[in-house]
């Protein structure tokens, strides 16, 4: 009896013992230090920047369009659209569209009437040129004395010459009139190339004398060369007071 006495005597010691201990301060636990305030909003970043996002992609802006007599049609387009009408041969007529490109700018001087080009060219060689070619069907003979004024105003410019030659004077063939025309291409080109062009005339000649042309006929075509050549030293000493003609052409 005194036995078990002793023994819960002892069981009862240890456990006020125990729980001394537990509820001393020592025993507390320390609290676990506070996670910082802009943690979440740092590992949301993260997260953001793991998680992968399909990155958009970026067309080409479309041309922008507008509606002409009922189709739908670019803004961009460099043309003008015309309506047709299209018989299709069975007593059916359909409606056909097109783009017609549009007309370029008319150049300043093409808006001159001939009279006003006629006064400019005095001393303008754009305005005798654009008249010597405006008037080449209807007066030759003035489009070529305009053609020729053109050179001695601006001679560093032989085009209109040679632009005449090849559109007046291109007929070939047997005959006067392909005679002639060979004639004043060569006469023509001479002028241009004592003026300083670099065109051949061997061609030229090649096609006179294969035409029957013989010396004294190329002989007095040299002095319808001397002609011109004149001509533009005194359209040059008239208007400029000096001329680029060396005398040794003459």
């Given at each position: 009896m005194?036995?078990?006495?002793?023994?819960?005597?002892?069981?009862?010691?240890?456990?006020?013992?125990?729980?001394?201990?537990?509820?001393?301060?020592?025993?507390?636990?320390?609290?676990?230090?506070?996670?910082?305030?802009?943690?979440?909003a740092?590992?949301?970043?993260?997260?953001?920047?793991?998680?992968?996002?399909?990155?958009?992609?970026t067309s080409?802006?479309?041309?922008?369009?507008?509606?002409v007599?009922?189709?739908?049609?670019?803004?961009?387009?460099?043309?003008?659209?015309?309506?047709?009408?299209?018989?299709?041969?069975?007593?059916?007529v359909?409606?056909?569209y097109?783009?017609?490109?549009?007309?370029?700018?008319?150049?300043?001087?093409?808006?001159?009437?001939?009279?006003?080009?006629?006064?400019?060219?005095?001393?303008?060689a754009?305005?005798?040129s654009?008249?010597?070619?405006?008037?080449v069907?209807?007066?030759?003979?003035?489009?070529?004395?305009?053609?020729?004024?053109?050179?001695?105003?601006?001679?560093?410019?032989?085009?209109p010459?040679?632009?005449?030659?090849?559109?007046?004077?291109?007929?070939?063939?047997?005959?006067?009139a392909?005679?002639?025309?060979?004639?004043?291409?060569?006469?023509?080109?001479?002028?241009?190339?004592?003026?300083?062009?670099g065109?051949?005339?061997?061609?030229?000649?090649?096609?006179?004398?294969?035409?029957?042309?013989?010396?004294?006929?190329i002989?007095?075509l040299?002095?319808?060369?001397?002609?011109?050549?004149?001509?533009?030293?005194?359209?040059?000493?008239?208007?400029?007071?000096?001329?680029l003609?060396?005398?040794?052409?003459?």
């Amino acid at each position: 009896m005194k036995t078990k006495l002793t023994l819960l005597l002892l069981v009862f010691v240890v456990a006020c013992v125990i729980a001394m201990r537990l509820n001393s301060p020592a025993a507390v636990q320390a609290p676990r230090a506070a996670t910082p305030p802009d943690a979440p909003a740092v590992a949301a970043v993260a997260a953001a920047q793991d998680r992968s996002e399909p990155v958009a992609s970026t067309s080409p802006e479309q041309p922008g369009t507008e509606v002409v007599m009922g189709i739908e049609v670019r803004k961009d387009r460099a043309c003008s659209v015309q309506r047709h009408y299209v018989d299709l041969g069975n007593g059916t007529v359909t409606e056909a569209y097109s783009c017609v490109p549009q007309a370029p700018v008319a150049d300043d001087y093409d808006r001159y009437s001939d009279e006003e080009l006629r006064v400019l060219s005095y001393n303008d060689a754009r305005a005798a040129s654009v008249l010597g070619k405006r008037l080449v069907e209807a007066d030759l003979a003035e489009s070529r004395r305009l053609l020729l004024r053109a050179v001695a105003l601006k001679p560093a410019n032989l085009d209109p010459v040679m632009w005449l030659a090849a559109q007046a004077y291109s007929l070939r063939g047997n005959g006067p009139a392909a005679d002639n025309a060979r004639a004043n291409t060569y006469v023509l080109t001479r002028t241009a190339q004592a003026m300083g062009s670099g065109a051949s005339v061997d061609w030229v000649l090649e096609d006179l004398e294969r035409a029957g042309f013989d010396e004294a006929d190329i002989a007095g075509l040299e002095e319808r060369v001397r002609e011109h050549l004149l001509r533009i030293r005194d359209i040059q000493l008239e208007v400029y007071g000096e001329t680029l003609v060396d005398e040794v052409l003459l």
